[in-house]
């Protein structure tokens, strides 16, 4: 079993910046894709940013250039910087990894907020 923790969320003016993190607990070495994705009142939950093993990650034509997503494998975490923040961002962002038993897991959410 794999237990997710995310955190960092909040209130920021447009332009802001804030970062996430999400923390890995139990199974980890099943997982192989850590990444985050956020969901807005009204609407579909979308992804954000994903970060591979190896390969590059993957981002959000909205997000490019905004956000960068990181991982520290070490101590099992995933990261979410988020600068320039626009209005449009507010949502709650969910930490999600996929585990090479097929399987998914989501973290519980964080709210992010963005207004002036």
């Known amino acids: 079993q794999v237990q997710l923790v995310d955190s960092g969320g909040g209130w920021v003016q447009p332009g802001g910046s804030l970062r996430l993190s999400c923390v890995a607990y139990?199974?980890?070495?099943?997982?192989?894709?850590m990444g985050w994705y956020r969901q807005a009142p009204g609407k579909q939950r979308e992804m954000v940013a994903l970060?591979?093993?190896?390969?590059?990650?993957t981002y959000a034509d909205s997000v490019k250039g905004r956000f960068t997503i990181s991982r520290d494998d070490a101590k099992n975490t995933v990261y979410l910087q988020m600068d320039s923040l626009k209005p449009e961002d507010t949502a709650v962002y969910y930490c999600?990894?996929?585990?090479?038993?097929?399987?998914?897991?989501w973290g519980q959410g964080t709210q992010v907020t963005v207004s002036s």
């Open positions: 999600n990894v996929k585990l090479t038993t097929g399987g998914t897991r």
């Open positions: 139990g199974a980890i070495r099943s997982i192989y894709v």
């Open positions: 970060s591979y093993e190896t390969l590059s990650p």
